[in-house]
């Protein structure tokens, strides 16, 4: 079931948000990234996985090797979905701010768990979430 | 496509070569299966089948649903005992097989023409079987998962009045309700005052996670009962803090081995004669 990277694969249900992680983990790996780094990628695409299919409705995940700053090597991943769209991006990104009954630290947590992040959000038409990850 | 007329003939057929025919059929969907049903159940089974065949295929509407019926219930049973796809299919596709070889002894070049709209109606009724089988196998499986999810969330006693609770894998809010009422009734049981949840095996802990853990020690300290989470690996405890989560005053320990002194050392209890520290 594992996809190469570059592939998108679907987020539609729980256990799709468990088969993220290990793919994210695995591109981590093979990026060259430290334990706490891969860690770290694989919590933030967790959150943003799981925000994915709970906000957005589903959507679907991309993971890709990529070369940042300095021509560092990394993981880059682009979550996207087609749902209601996040109304107050800056809200939704301030610390303890949830819309459901979590804690609220999930996206911004994201956010510092990761290197480069991008998030573009249309009221309607859906959010796409992108992160990445650079070895040190 | 089909008209009426082909229908009937290839029904004659069916209904006048029912023995030889259907013998046939036992025997190569026999082979396919290799032994594990006795040629007699086979027999019944399939003699079973021959009839609804024929009459479904003589356009008997209710015979249709029957046949499906009858089908589905054949499938299900093979893939709960284990049988692999091709060998359920293939009990069903030998019946095409079983017919022309009939047919062919006889050279009736009608006969030949009409057996592909009888090889498309067998087709479909092979192509039934087969989602009934990968549905009943996605059960299975299904079933599996739930059972592992029993299976895996173990409470065990390290000492008296101390539980232990070793988490591995993945913590979603299905088996952390899993873990919370099994550690809740294993409190009751034993009357614990303290409970050890080790997450050495839990490979990310992100704010869902966290959530999860913490409602699960805070129900435990409603029964009066002090919670100790343990095995907090370096990689993940940076990652809490820069995820921001906080455990408050829940007591947090790096290895197993600490927490239970911890306890230990909590409910009065000396270990002595181990090595200095």
Redesign the interface.
């Known amino acids: 079931m594992t996809a190469p990277p570059g592939d998108e694969v679907p987020i539609a249900s729980?256990d799709d948000?468990?088969r993220v992680?290990q793919l994210v983990?695995t591109a981590a790996a093979a990026a060259g990234l430290s334990?706490?780094d891969?860690?770290?990628l694989?919590?933030a695409a967790?959150?943003l996985a799981?925000n994915t299919y709970a906000h957005g409705g589903g959507g679907t995940m991309r993971v890709e090797r990529a070369t940042g700053e300095e021509g560092r090597p990394g993981v880059r991943i682009v979550f996207a979905d087609a749902g209601p769209g996040i109304a107050d991006v800056e809200q939704a990104l301030s610390?303890g701010w949830s819309s459901g009954t979590?804690?609220g630290?999930?996206l911004?947590?994201a956010r510092?768990?990761s290197d480069e992040f991008d998030l573009r959000s249309e009221a309607g038409k859906g959010t796409t979430v992108t992160v990445a990850k650079w070895a040190r | 496509m089909t008209d009426g007329a082909a229908e009937t003939r290839i029904t004659d057929l069916l209904r006048s070569w029912r023995e030889p025919v259907l013998d046939r059929w036992v025997e190569l969907a026999f082979d396919a299966v290799g032994g594990r049903v006795t040629e007699r159940e086979l027999r019944t089974e399939l003699s079973e089948l021959y009839e609804l065949v024929e009459r479904a295929f003589g356009d008997d509407g209710a015979a249709m649903g029957e046949l499906r019926a009858t089908l589905a219930e054949l499938s299900r049973g093979r893939a709960r005992n284990g049988f692999s796809p091709s060998e359920t299919a293939v009990g069903v596709f030998a019946l095409k097989q079983a017919l022309y070889e009939r047919i062919r002894t006889t050279r009736d070049q009608r006969a030949y023409n009409d057996l592909i709209d009888f090889t498309s109606f067998v087709d479909e009724l092979g192509l039934a079987t087969f989602e009934t089988y990968a549905a009943t196998r996605e059960q299975v499986i299904a079933d599996q998962s739930e059972q592992l999810l029993e299976l895996s969330t173990p409470v065990v006693k390290l000492w008296d009045g101390i539980l232990g609770v070793p988490l591995v894998g993945t913590l979603d809010s299905a088996r952390t309700q899993v873990v919370m009422e099994t550690l809740l009734e294993a409190l009751v049981d034993t009357g614990s005052r303290f409970a050890v949840i080790d997450i050495t095996g839990v490979a990310a802990v992100d704010t869902e996670v966290a959530q999860h853990l913490m409602k699960t020690v805070m129900a435990a300290r409603l029964m009066g009962t002090q919670c100790v989470i343990s095995g907090i690996r370096p990689q993940i405890a940076q990652t809490i803090v820069t995820l921001g989560i906080e455990f408050g005053d829940i007591a947090t320990k790096a290895t197993l081995a600490d927490a239970l002194k911890y306890a230990l050392d909590r409910s009065g209890v000396r270990v002595t004669g181990g090595p200095e520290d």
């Open positions: 729980n948000v468990v992680r983990r334990l706490v891969q860690t770290k694989v919590t967790s959150e799981r610390e979590g804690l630290l999930g911004s947590g510092r768990l």
